[in-house]
């Protein structure tokens, strides 16, 4: 863990042992369509954001990381139905924000577990969030995507495409991983960058959605994998 990291760990310590509750605190709480994990979210991302801008004094990267979204929970659920998927596996979460993939992997006996992103807040959380489920988790910030992942079995990326130039590069990407031979799953709520070819649906869920900008109570979230 880097500097940057560490600090980002030591912040979201305070924050969790703070006393009080209110939008702008994080607690700890059973993700709606994986009970079996708890993570500590933010009851208000956007609030808690806003607090700790205006604390540091300085711009920080949006807090993706203080809620839980549906392409995550729609690949975690598969993980915890289908465990031999990562039983005795390198896993990898890819841009793993929360953790909760990474989570899901690691209680359905994957070997060993790495969960990697570029935002230090989302390094700390996911080490927050193992430790709280009782999980080993490796964590690394950086970015990947113009490596091979070597020495993964299996690549998991939960709601990675939900930016058009973060898509046209993750797709590349998930394909290069897959032609290698690494099993990779994908899990996607369709927020307009799906490419209409090149990837298999494996599976379907109707997952509780905690956007506030969404209308329905439910999205439907497909496991993906590429062809």
Do not use: C
């Not at 598969?78 to 989570?103: F, M, N, T």
């Not at 590349?172 to 369709?190: K, Q």
């Amino acid at each position: 863990m880097n500097g940057q990291s560490t600090a980002a760990l030591a912040v979201l310590k305070r924050e969790i042992e703070a006393p009080g509750d209110g939008l702008d605190r994080l607690r700890l709480a059973p993700t709606p369509f994986v009970p079996e994990v708890s993570l500590h979210l933010a009851e208000d991302a956007i609030v808690w954001w806003a607090r700790m801008e205006a604390a540091a004094g300085r711009a920080l990267p949006p807090p993706y990381w203080a809620s839980v979204w549906p392409g995550g929970q729609a690949l975690a659920r598969h993980l915890l139905d289908h465990p031999e998927l990562a039983s005795g596996r390198r896993v990898l979460d890819l841009g793993a924000g929360s953790g909760l993939v990474a989570i899901a992997a690691a209680l359905a006996g994957a070997a060993r577990v790495v969960a990697n992103d570029i935002d230090p807040y989302a390094v700390a959380a996911v080490t927050v969030n193992a430790r709280a489920n009782g999980v080993a988790v490796a964590v690394t910030g950086g970015d990947l995507l113009d490596g091979d992942a070597a020495g993964v079995d299996l690549l998991l990326a939960g709601d990675a495409l939900y930016d058009g130039a973060l898509a046209g590069r993750m797709l590349p990407f998930l394909h290069r991983v897959a032609a290698s031979g690494v099993e990779v799953l994908v899990g996607d709520p369709d927020r307009g960058h799906l490419p209409a070819a090149g990837l298999e649906v494996v599976a379907s869920y109707p997952v509780p959605t905690t956007e506030p900008s969404v209308d329905s109570p439910v999205r439907r979230v497909q496991v993906l994998r590429p062809r």
